[in-house]
């Protein structure tokens, strides 16, 4: 039993204890809700609802970690096609988050997916965390409006 199994034993199982309704979800369903939220990520977004965007994309990245949860404590981790649904949501949830923020955000995106070819291409999982990412900006953006660097910042998320 290596370390995986002891993060596994830590994490995973009191978050299924509490959860039990989550072993009868299939791990596909949790990353297709997770694609679901990501357009209203987007509006919210485009609005320039800052906080409701945060919560949100938390909300998308919460999901994205379930299903994972769910796909070892099913025994379904690891599966090939499992792994290739989880990447392309992924991806696509990126996407459609992205697209309500500057070039420099999109420009990201698109690196992300050829990052996600080669991934499955040589089958090591190489990509930026974007949506980790854009969650930790957004934060930042909230806490620093009144904050001298806050047009900068704007600039960069919004505008460019």
Same mark, same amino acid.
């Given at each position: 039993?290596?370390?995986?199994?002891?993060?596994?034993?830590?994490?995973?199982?009191?978050?299924?204890?509490?959860?039990?309704?989550?072993?009868?979800?299939?791990?596909?369903?949790?990353?297709?809700?997770?694609? $679901?939220?990501?357009?209203?990520?987007?509006?919210?977004? #485009?609005?320039?609802?800052?906080?409701? /965007?945060? @919560?949100? =994309?938390? *909300?998308?990245?919460?999901?994205?970690?379930?299903?994972?949860?769910?796909?070892?404590?099913?025994?379904?981790?690891?599966?090939?096609?499992?792994?290739? $649904?989880?990447?392309?949501?992924?991806?696509?949830?990126? #996407?459609?988050?992205?697209?309500?923020? /500057?070039? @420099?955000? =999109?420009? *990201?995106?698109?690196?992300?997916?050829?990052?996600?070819?080669?991934?499955?291409?040589?089958?090591?999982?190489?990509?930026?965390?974007?949506?980790?990412?854009?969650?930790?900006?957004?934060?930042?953006?909230?806490?620093?409006?009144?904050?001298?660097?806050? /047009?900068?910042?704007?600039?960069?998320?919004?505008?460019?």
């Amino acid at each position: 039993m290596g370390r995986a199994y002891s993060v596994f034993r830590m994490i995973h199982k009191p978050v299924l204890a509490g959860f039990p309704i989550l072993r009868q979800l299939d791990p596909d369903m949790i990353s297709g809700l997770s694609l $679901v939220f990501s357009p209203i990520a987007y509006l919210l977004l #485009a609005e320039r609802a800052i906080v409701p /965007s945060i @919560v949100m =994309i938390f *909300l998308v990245l919460l999901l994205d970690a379930l299903d994972g949860v769910v796909a070892r404590a099913k025994g379904q981790a690891g599966s090939r096609d499992g792994w290739m $649904v989880d990447v392309a949501v992924d991806r696509m949830s990126e #996407a459609i988050i992205c697209l309500a923020l /500057s070039r @420099v955000f =999109i420009l *990201l995106t698109i690196f992300n997916m050829g990052l996600a070819l080669l991934s499955c291409k040589y089958k090591k999982h190489a990509i930026i965390p974007l949506r980790q990412v854009t969650l930790v900006i957004l934060i930042a953006y909230f806490l620093l409006q009144s904050h001298p660097i806050f /047009s900068i910042l704007d600039q960069i998320i919004f505008c460019w």
